[in-house]
């Protein structure tokens, strides 16, 4: 009989025969066991297939990305820390150094620092492009360009693009396309199913749904390039934990739900808020009066709900004014959850004023357009 100590150290007994839940079960694993030298000298044919090590990961992260993979419909999921990492992992897996980028001109933030800062100092290239250049887009193509980013609508302006347009010109061009599709998860729209090789959502956002996680993914149909996604995020060290993965597999059955109402009463909200005094415009896709409604409609199934406006006041003082006499909607960043949130950003020049982002959440829909509409009184009196 071996000491107390010796045994309190054996592993535990696996799922017990008979046992079945409707709630994937979370393992936790840095080291995966093999069952001989054989299997142990061979591990790396099963990563991103089979259980090699748990950065590779377990049944948990596996759960996940084949919902995801569902979700995108088809192909493969990778998971990765955040949505900026699925941002990373792209660029890291696919350019070499002398390679250029085109970045639309407005686009997530952080997607235009890291390709100038960071990929920039490794050789590559990066310029922008207009938003709405849809086939045009070849005209800014140079011979090594390499990557397109899309990202429609984009953030915080929310403008949309002629994404297929675009990926049947860079497809011409040898070129490959990614795109952020935070704003509309691929119930919405699906990327994979209009040319673009490599789609991303920050999990983050709508299918964690809570605020308290942080995670990304990127999907493609390929499964070449599933691997060099797989053996470049192995590389990064780019790991996610199982209990974030829970997390996410948590957010996904009411994923459509969510959406819907999201969706509903956001365009309830912008509805309201058309041809506002206060406003000097308003940004929401889902609105016929919005410049982009038309490809939105052509191309996207449902609505989010996030929207933007500009006030006729330019001075900080009336941004500050309306956030603090709003009751339902929180100062802070990020979005996609259950709670309604607003965010400020400047436009591209300080005396144009300021930029108003709102999340609509899953409060009451004539409690969140009154807020809005009380608040914006104050602005108007
Ligand atoms: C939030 C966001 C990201 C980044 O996601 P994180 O998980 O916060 O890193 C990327 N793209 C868009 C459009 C976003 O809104």
Not at 100 to 126: I, N, S
Not at 257 to 280: T, V
């Amino acid at each position: 009989m071996a000491d107390i100590a010796t045994e309190l150290l054996q592993p535990p007994e696996h799922i017990p025969a008979g046992f079945a839940s409707l709630s994937q079960g979370v393992f936790h694993a840095s080291t995966i066991l093999f069952p001989d030298v054989a299997s142990f000298l061979t591990r790396q044919e099963q990563a991103g297939v089979g259980y090699s090590y748990g950065q590779n990961g377990t049944p948990t992260h596996y759960a996940l990305m084949e919902k995801l993979a569902q979700l995108e419909g088809g192909g493969h999921a990778v998971l990765v820390p955040s949505g900026l990492a699925a941002i990373t992992l792209v660029s890291s897996c696919v350019l070499s150094h002398g390679d250029h980028v085109l970045l639309p001109a407005a686009v997530y933030g952080p997607t235009v620092d890291v390709t100038r800062e960071l990929f920039g100092k490794w050789g590559v290239r990066c310029s922008t492009y207009p938003n709405d250049a849809g086939v045009g887009i070849a005209q800014f193509f140079e011979p090594r360009t390499r990557l397109v980013w899309v990202e429609s609508p984009a953030s915080n302006s929310l403008e949309m693009q002629d994404v297929p347009a675009i990926a049947a010109a860079a497809r011409a061009h040898g070129a490959l396309v990614a795109m952020d599709n935070t704003w509309a998860t691929p119930l919405g729209f699906r990327p994979l199913d209009h040319g673009v090789d490599f789609s991303i959502q920050a999990l983050t956002k709508y299918v964690g749904g809570h605020s308290d996680l942080l995670m990304g993914s990127v999907a493609v149909r390929d499964a070449d390039r599933y691997r060099q996604l797989r053996d470049t995020a192995e590389l990064l060290g780019y790991y996610v934990s199982p209990d974030e993965c829970f997390l996410a597999l948590r957010g996904l059955p009411t994923l459509a739900l969510r959406l819907e109402r999201h969706y509903a009463s956001a365009l309830k909200l912008a509805q309201a808020l058309e041809g506002h005094p206060a406003l000097a415009s308003l940004h929401y896709p889902p609105l016929p009066s919005d410049p982009g409604h038309a490809l939105w409609q052509r191309d996207f199934k449902l609505g989010s709900g996030l929207l933007s406006f500009t006030l006729r006041k330019r001075e900080l003082a009336a941004v500050e004014k309306f956030v603090a006499a709003l009751r339902y909607f929180r100062l802070g960043n990020s979005w996609g959850a259950v709670h309604s949130l607003v965010a400020v950003s400047p436009l591209r020049a300080p005396q144009q004023g300021w930029l108003v982002r709102l999340h609509v959440g899953l409060e009451d829909a004539d409690d969140l357009m009154n807020d809005v509409l009380q608040a914006l009184a104050g602005l108007t009196q």
